[in-house]
């Protein structure tokens, strides 16, 4: 079984990290429901098969990523990444200018959904966005070409500012909001 997966996804949310609060050599820790590993990994183990699966990820990834830490807690998992790790996705990973654009917009007071789909289109033509009323978000917006990525991301309309959260799909379907 590959942890490419597994390795770009923690890339991507050390770049929005990076994206969102600037670039600090630091140690970070990043949190995954067993139900996210399995979507990542295509496959369906338990916490404690979760567990001893991932014993081979840092031996694997400690080139790039350093030696990067895991601890559960029940179905949840810890990756701590080293602060080589964060600063080799500083140095030599592509910041996404997708992400970089939608941070500034989304950070921007009183910025609105449709300064935000702007930012969409402009990566490509190719955009979902609906109005969503389950009560946890106000809108769903993603790519359906996939491109510049595969995640799906929901806006909440707050006073004065607009959060967001992003997804993979399958998540977002665990999640029983689709």
């Known amino acids: 079984m590959s942890y490419n997966k597994l390795e770009q996804n923690l890339t991507d949310l050390i770049l929005e990290e990076q994206a969102k609060l600037g670039y600090k050599k630091e140690r970070i820790r990043l949190y995954y429901p067993l139900s996210s590993l ?7 183990f338990d916490s404690e098969e979760m567990e ?3 014993l081979a990820f840092p031996e694997q990834v400690k080139d790039r990523l350093g030696l990067v830490d895991i601890s559960r807690s029940g179905d949840r998992f810890c990756f701590s990444i080293p602060e080589e790790g964060t600063e080799y996705v500083h140095e030599r990973q592509s910041e996404s200018p997708f992400i970089s654009e939608l941070v500034q917009t989304v ?9 935000i789909l702007e930012v969409f289109r402009r990566y490509s033509p190719a ?24 995640y799906l991301y929901c806006f909440a309309l707050e006073p004065g500012h607009i959060i967001y959260h992003r997804f993979l799909p399958e998540d977002y379907r665990d999640f029983g909001f689709l």
């Open 127 to 150: 955009v979902h966005a609906e109005s969503v009323s389950h009560g946890e978000f106000d809108y769903l917006v993603y790519f359906e070409d996939g491109r510049p990525d595969g």
């Open 52 to 54: 001893r699966h991932l």
């Open 107 to 115: 950070s921007r007071h009183g910025c609105t959904m449709q300064e």
């Open 38 to 44: 399995n979507h990542i990994l295509h496959a369906a």
